[in-house]
Structures are given as structure tokens and as C-alpha cells.
């Protein structure tokens, strides 16, 4: 059972438009929740975090949206840059567990990003 | 150079084969965690381990194990390997999984032929 959906495999833009990937997920107990870039070759690399008690977090040219009701986030780029062009993950944890130690992150399969010049 | 060390980059075995993927983790991360990513497949949570000993389990086949040895380095061991089983095989590691959340190696890629 797919607890992190991104719908979308792939998505094309224009350079200097805005790029909007989204992602679902269903488990309600998510509290903290991810976006994460990835290049061919590469292992994924973090790009912008937002927690639960928030709907919005910035960090340049990054936005993420969480709509906890809707069980929905989203991670929009502006303005795209052909250097954008990637995979990107959506993936969330649960409260970290009693006795320290890290909670399990849960990815979304992906969708690609291509920014055209 | 994520910190994060992953060794080997590439492997190339036969079905039936036994292979070990290394992890050196970032230096002060406690948690390792084991990603299984297949062709259009998202990142699959295999294990972690968190300061030598096995944290959680996700979908991780009973001919698969793993440890976290005394200097945190970390082992997957594949075993009776399947042509199914390639894929690229991601280690990460973390203090925290609040703020930046893992931090992941490169992978290793591993072909069944």
C-alpha cells in the first residue's frame, strides 16, 4: 500500500515558469515531511522540509504547501531553471519513536522534472 | 561528497550469488537506513539500525540481512540473488530525521545477470 503518492511520473516546464509537483499521502500520523532531488548517478540530495503545524515553508526560490486536511503537499519552483531538471521525492515520517533514534522516511516513487532553455 | 560512503559503486553477479554492500555513514549520524530503489520504483525502505542495533524493518526479503558494526559502518548482504534483485541499493544516515532529514550515499547498482 502506496502510503506516499506522487501521481505525476514526469513533468515538463518552461525555463523561468513556475514548476508545481505534488504529492498525496494517506497515513495521518505523518508529521514532518520531505522533498528530496535527485541527479542520474547520484544518491538523493534534501531540499526543503516542512512540518505538520505548518502550511508553508520558503527557502528561496522553494516553496512548500502542506494541506493536512486534504492530506496534500506540494513543492513549487520558482522561477525553473534548466539546473532543476531532476527527479524529485516527496516523503514524510511519523513522530520520532521513544528511546531516541531516528523515524523511517516513506518516498513517493518520484516524478521528473525537465526545465527546457 | 555527502559524507556518505557507499561501496561498491557497481556490481555485476550471478543468480544464486551472495554479494555485501558497504555504508560508512557521515561522521556523528547514528541511524543507517537501507533504500531499495528497482525501475520505477520509489525509494524502498529496507532496514535501519541506529547505534549498532536493528531499529525498524520495512520490505526486506528473508534472503537479505544487514548489521551496524561497533565503528557504525553498516552491511547488506544479499543472498540467493534473483534476477529481480537489481537495482540500485541507497544507504543513508542521520541524527535526526527532523530538519534535513537522511543523508544518502550514492548507491551501489547492482546487476543480476
Known amino acids: 500500500d502506496q502510503q506516499v503518492k506522487q501521481n505525476s511520473p514526469s513533468l515538463s516546464v518552461q525555463e523561468g515558469r513556475i514548476s508545481i509537483l505534488n504529492c498525496d499521502y494517506t497515513?495521518?500520523?505523518?508529521?514532518?515531511f520531505l522533498w528530496y532531488k535527485k541527479y542520474p548517478a547520484e544518491g538523493p540530495t534534501f531540499l526543503i522540509s516542512?512540518?505538520?503545524?505548518?502550511d508553508k515553508n520558503e527557502d528561496g526560490r522553494f516553496t512548500v504547501f502542506l494541506n493536512k486536511s486534504a492530506k496534500h503537499l506540494s513543492l513549487h519552483i520558482v522561477p525553473s531553471q534548466p539546473g532543476d531538471s531532476a527527479v524529485y521525492f516527496c516523503?514524510?515520517?511519523?513522530?520520532?519513536?521513544?528511546?531516541?533514534?531516528?523515524?523511517?522516511?516513506?518516498f513517493g516513487k518520484g516524478t521528473k522534472l525537465t526545465v527546457n532553455p | 561528497d555527502s559524507g556518505v560512503t557507499q561501496t561498491p559503486k557497481h556490481l555485476i553477479t550471478a543468480t544464486g550469488q551472495r554479494v555485501t554492500l558497504r555504508c560508512s555513514p557521515r561522521?556523528?549520524?547514528?541511524?543507517v537506513y537501507w533504500y531499495q530503489q528497482s525501475l520505477d520504483q520509489g525509494l524502498q525502505f529496507l532496514i535501519q539500525?541506529?547505534?549498532?542495533?536493528?531499529?525498524a524493518k520495512g520490505n526486506i526479503l528473508e534472503r537479505f540481512s544487514a548489521q551496524q558494526f561497533p565503528d557504525l559502518h553498516s552491511e547488506l548482504n544479499l543472498s540467493s540473488l534473483e534476477l529481480g534483485d537489481s537495482a540500485l541499493y541507497f544507504c543513508?544516515?542521520?541524527?535526526?530525521?527532523?530538519?534535513?532529514?537522511?543523508?544518502f550515499g550514492s548507491g551501489t547498482r547492482l546487476t543480476v545477470v
Open positions: 543513508a544516515s542521520s541524527v535526526d530525521v527532523k530538519g534535513y532529514g537522511y543523508t
Open positions: 516542512i512540518s505538520s503545524i505548518k
Open positions: 497515513n495521518s500520523m505523518f508529521d514532518y
Open positions: 561522521s556523528g549520524d547514528l541511524s
Open positions: 539500525y541506529y547505534n549498532g542495533e536493528e531499529r
Open positions: 516523503a514524510a515520517s511519523r513522530a520520532r519513536g521513544s528511546q531516541g533514534g531516528s523515524e523511517k522516511l516513506v
